[in-house]
Each structure stands twice: as C-alpha cells, then as structure tokens.
C-alpha cells in the first residue's frame, strides 16, 4: 500500500491550499478517508473524514466552514480545500485510510 501525499506549502494567512492523497495498493473506494495535522509539539489531530462514497463527511469543529474534504474514486485520489488559512494551522497534514498513512505534508501559514 502507498499513500502519497502532495500540495503543501507555505501560504499567506487568508490564503488557500489543496492537498492531494494518492492511494495505490489498496481498494480505496471501500474505505473512508481523513486527513489528520500535527503541529510541532502536538498530537495528531483529526481534520476532516469522508465515507468511502463520498456522501458523508465530518469536519473538526475549527475547520467547518473553511475546509472540505472530497475524493475520486476514479482516481484513487482524497483531497482537502484549505481555505482561509491561519497561522495556528501551520502542521504536517497526513492521508489516513484504515489502519494506512502517508508521509505527511508540510503546511506552513505565515507571512
């Protein structure tokens, strides 16, 4: 199973970002996805998740609004639209389907 993750960066606060998560190894459209952020010196947090069709997504309650998780299971691909950005979001961002994680992204919020 490969997880890859991809589209982090730095961004000014306000500003926008796509991750992408490209999954190959796995039947993806059996699972749910989430993406999940570590800040420096922090726990593993929970982002945002989506069932395995798509229909249902649950949000952490800092990024609704903000954030949206989708997925293409054509593509094997789960993305999350960052938008409005803070400082305090600055982590590396992580895939996670059942018990499978990526390496994680870099999502820097500064000016």
């Known amino acids: 199973v490969q997880i890859v993750e991809s589209g982090g960066g730095l961004v000014q606060p306000g500003g926008s970002l796509r991750l992408s998560c490209a999954v190959s190894g796995l039947s993806f459209s059996a699972y749910a996805g989430s993406w999940y952020r570590q800040a420096p010196g922090k726990g593993r947090d929970l982002v945002a998740r989506?069932?395995?069709?798509?229909?249902?997504?649950n949000y952490a309650d800092s990024v609704k609004g903000r954030f949206t998780i989708s997925r293409d299971n054509s593509k094997n691909t789960l993305y999350l639209q960052m938008n409005s950005l803070k400082p305090e979001e600055t982590a590396v961002y992580y895939c996670?389907?059942?018990?499978?994680w990526g390496q994680g992204t870099q999502v820097t919020v500064s000016s």
């Open positions: 989506i069932e395995y069709l798509g229909g249902v997504t």
């Open positions: 996670n389907l059942y018990t499978f």
